[in-house]
């Protein structure tokens, strides 16, 4: 039986759900994180471990982040959301390399979508939708080679 450490659940209003690693190997239980808050309690109590793990809850969390926006928020104020809670997250774990390459990498690629789409100032959906794209592809690329 193979399990899974960490899963996004549904589409982009979705979630994160993790195999709660505290409770191993003792008892397999599921760790649902809905909020970024959540996310970071799990982070933060190690229910998420391991330096790759941790980097795709946190990337993963950015996309949590982006749904606590008000539907009618530009992408500005997406962008700066963003940043504020990917530094909220980068607090979690102070020495996680994975954690801060994968918020910056998040941040870094939705600051550059911003840059390159001016007239994508109307909603974040699409930032949203861009940055969990993004990041879902980046990490099937990496599975693959």
């Known amino acids: 039986m ?4 960490l899963q996004w659940l549904g589409g982009i209003d ?3 759900e993790l195999t709660d690693q505290r409770k191993l190997p003792v008892k397999f ?11 970071y309690k799990a982070i ?6 391991g330096a790759p793990a941790i980097g ?5 969390g950015l996309c949590l982040a982006l749904a606590e926006l008000k539907e009618s928020a530009n992408v500005n104020e997406g962008l700066e ?5 990917a530094n909220f997250l980068a607090k979690s774990r102070p020495t996680a390399v994975n ?10 690629k939705a600051s550059a979508f911003v840059a390159e789409n001016p007239r994508s100032e109307e909603h974040t959906s ?10 879902a592809v980046f990490c099937l690329k990496k599975k693959t080679q």
Request: hydrophobic letters at 45%.
């Open 2 to 5: 193979r399990f899974k450490t």
């Open 14 to 16: 979705g979630y994160l």
């Open 29 to 39: 239980e599921k760790l649902p994180c809905k909020t970024v808050e959540q996310l």
């Open 44 to 49: 933060l109590t190690l229910a998420v471990r």
């Open 56 to 60: 795709v809850a946190a990337a993963f």
């Open 81 to 85: 959301h963003l940043k504020v809670r």
């Open 99 to 108: 954690l801060f390459w994968a918020l910056d990498r998040i941040r870094t």
């Open 126 to 135: 699409e930032l949203q939708s861009h940055s969990f794209i993004s990041y």
